[in-house]
């Protein structure tokens, strides 16, 4: 190997080395904040109730401290920044997930439990690598979560900033567009209860599949102003966002793939490939009402990738038709009963309103 060639391979096994080792301190330095939160909380909270007249006593409780914190040690003790650390304590203290961890059998909170401990720290009484293993995230994620008012939902928003290392903006992003509700609608009470426990969970074709997809990042006006070409083109150019949008496991094969059978040429908008489901996914764009026509093309596609292009190891191919409207019935009567390989979603291209949402999700 040449020494520049080799040069270069060290170079980039040793930044990854350092980079690596720049997010674990970045991510226990975030525990370590996190956890230090939670025990503030938990002493405003003691200290509160042992108060004859708790709210007045709280209100002055929060500003004498913020006074003595600002300080001593500068920003970040705001009588506001206080009062969303003890809301902190009060949401997560309540957690079954949490307490299921420390092994406390009251789910209703942890203050009545630290009470008859004499009120020992956190930190002391429990093992901090036990509480490390739960507040993996940013405080400032935690703020955001907390506005989540559904446990299971906030838990799984949690799961998945974890697993995936959601940044608080992706983090918003995928809470605005109703990921956790895209993916409830598609599975019974069993697969929700998963959802919460454990996430998103990819085991079979179905799990990948969301509807509506939600396109926003591309800057798209809603109306049917654009070509499939351009918004080809505009998921193309903003790939990065796509491919969080579809979900995990993704990896980008291309655009515009040719298969060629007879003499005749026919492209695929979009393929790429899910290394959880190990096998090609193929996306066609359509622009308009979704016609069973489409859903035809996708069968063709897919047949000729599962017999000309999937090695023998690989699962089936997956074909989905993304288009801004189907009827039901159209996909219901075109597709086998059996169906696990096509699939036709909406997509839309700016964020509905909660109302507009809730109105798209509830006509399904």
Same mark, same amino acid.
């Given at each position: 190997?040449? #020494?520049?060639?080799?040069? *270069? ?36 909270? @003691? ?5 004859? /007249?708790?709210?007045? +006593? ?94 299971? @939902?906030?838990?799984? $928003? ?17 809470? !605005?567009?109703?990921? $956790? ?31 509506? +997809? ?19 083109? =505009? ?26 059978? /007879? ?10 490939? #899910? ?8 996306? !066609?764009?359509?622009?308009? @009402? ?7 093309? %996708?069968? %063709? ?12 190891? =690989?699962? *089936? ?8 409207? *189907? ?28 109302? /507009? ?5 509830? #006509?399904?």
């Amino acid at each position: 190997m040449p #020494n520049d060639l080799q040069n *270069k391979v060290i170079f980039h096994q040793v930044a990854e080395l350092l980079q690596n080792a720049r997010q674990q301190v970045l991510r226990t330095v975030n525990s370590t904040m996190t956890i230090t939160y939670f025990e503030i909380g938990r002493i405003i909270v @003691e200290e509160e109730q042992n108060g004859k /007249d708790r709210a007045e +006593y709280g209100k002055k409780l929060l500003k004498g401290l913020s006074q003595q914190l600002t300080k001593e040690f500068g920003k970040g003790f705001s009588i506001r920044n206080l009062e969303q650390i003890r809301q902190f304590y009060i949401i997560y203290s309540k957690s079954e997930s949490l307490t299921r961890i420390l092994g406390i059998k009251n789910t209703q909170s942890l203050t009545g439990e630290f009470k008859s401990q004499k009120a020992q720290s956190v930190t002391a009484e429990f093992d901090y690598q036990t509480l490390s293993s739960f507040f993996k995230l940013s405080f400032t994620h935690y703020i955001f979560l907390m506005r989540i008012e559904d446990e299971k @939902e906030r838990r799984f $928003y949690k799961i998945e900033s974890e697993k995936h290392n959601w940044s608080v903006r992706e983090l918003k992003r995928q809470y !605005d567009s109703a990921l $956790y509700t895209r993916l409830s609608l598609s599975r019974d009470k069993d697969g929700i209860l998963k959802l919460s426990e454990k996430g998103q969970i990819i085991e079979k074709p179905k799990d990948i599949i969301k509807d509506p +997809y939600i396109l926003e990042f591309l800057g798209l006006p809603e109306l049917p102003q654009y070509s499939e070409s351009q918004l080809e083109e =505009e998921i193309i150019n903003k790939l990065e966002h796509f491919l969080l949008e579809l979900g995990h496991g993704f990896t980008f094969v291309g655009r515009q793939q040719r298969i060629t059978f /007879d003499d005749k040429h026919f492209r695929i908008d979009l393929v790429f490939y #899910n290394r959880i489901l190990r096998c090609f996914v193929l996306i !066609d764009l359509k622009i308009g @009402e979704l016609k069973h026509q489409d859903l035809g093309q %996708m069968q %063709m596609y897919v047949n000729y990738y599962d017999r000309e292009m999937r090695l023998e190891d =690989e699962n *089936k191919t997956i074909g989905i038709v993304l288009c801004q409207n *189907k009827s039901e019935a159209v996909v219901k009567y075109t597709l086998p009963e059996n169906n696990e390989q096509i699939f036709a979603s909406k997509y839309k291209t700016v964020l509905p309103s909660e109302s /507009d949402l809730k109105r798209l999700l509830e #006509n399904k």
